[in-house]
């Protein structure tokens, strides 16, 4: 039941980090250290920060996810990342099918289900984003649009264990746009509904996170609507201060 389900707050830092940023995943460890934390808390880097994010994170539970990867295991794929070398890196977790990949790399649900099984084969959780674009949402299709990334985006053998969901409107992301709270739950009500469809019994425990202008003002509400499961956070994950104002939602 959704009750039982441990939330996950997820920063993902896109394409931003360097040796200077190193202090806000060091200061952040720090600042939890003593905390008894009601949920999960992760750090999706650049993969070229992930082995040193997590050795300024030593000794917190603070763990290291990925952006992408390849769905192949190796190969000629130059500039592309596999699974198995994130996790050989210290990732737990990596993203896969967020917009920006979907619209900037023209993904489709295919290739981000082949991507989260890739992510599965090597024991990572596949963090698996779905939304609707602003024309789909004005256009009524929202749901539809959910329904449709669930089933084409989501591979045979997910569990609650493998497999986490991030709902993030593309037109909330980056923007300071929210959508209300009565859209929030409509949409995930309709997420976990949909998750049963492909997941079985496994769809009642997914922890179905939201995405789109987290910030700390705004965490406690969006984090307390029903069916969201934690957060995934982008631009407000960058600075420690920031991503603790949200993390709070659940200390
Ligand atoms: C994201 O990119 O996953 C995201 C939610 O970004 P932001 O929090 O900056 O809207």
């Not at 952040?28 to 880097?45: Q, T």
């Not at 737990?92 to 992510?119: F, Q």
């Not at 009524?140 to 709902?167: H, R």
Request: proline fraction near 3%.
């Amino acid at each position: 039941m959704a009750h039982t389900i441990k939330p996950l707050v997820a920063g993902n830092w896109k394409m931003n980090g360097t040796t200077a940023n190193l202090k806000e995943p060091r200061l952040l460890a720090g600042m939890l250290r003593d905390v008894k934390l009601k949920c999960d808390v992760m750090v999706c880097p650049p993969a070229t920060l992930i082995r040193r994010v997590k050795a300024v994170m030593r000794g917190s539970k603070i763990k290291a996810g990925g952006q992408d990867c390849h769905a192949a295991v190796s190969g000629a794929h130059t500039g592309d990342i596999s699974a198995d070398m994130l996790k050989d890196a210290g990732a737990t977790a990596v993203i896969v099918g967020h917009s920006e990949r979907r619209t900037n790399h023209k993904e489709t649900d295919a290739m981000v289900a082949a991507k989260a099984l890739a992510a599965h084969k090597v024991g990572l959780t596949a963090i698996i984003c779905i939304g609707e674009t602003l024309d789909e949402r004005k256009g009524g299709k929202t749901l539809e649009v959910l329904t449709s990334q669930i089933k084409g985006s989501i591979p045979a053998g997910c569990t609650a264990a493998n497999t986490v969901v991030a709902y993030e409107p593309v037109w909330a992301i980056g923007t300071g746009l929210t959508p209300t709270v009565a859209e929030i739950t409509e949409a995930h009500a309709h997420i976990r509904k949909e998750l049963s469809g492909v997941m079985g019994a496994e769809g009642a425990s997914t922890r179905i996170l939201y995405g789109g202008s987290v910030k700390p003002t705004n965490a406690a509400e969006l984090m307390a609507v029903a069916n969201v499961n934690g957060a995934l956070v982008g631009g407000a994950s960058l600075k420690a201060v920031d991503f603790i104002g949200i993390i709070k939602a659940y200390i």
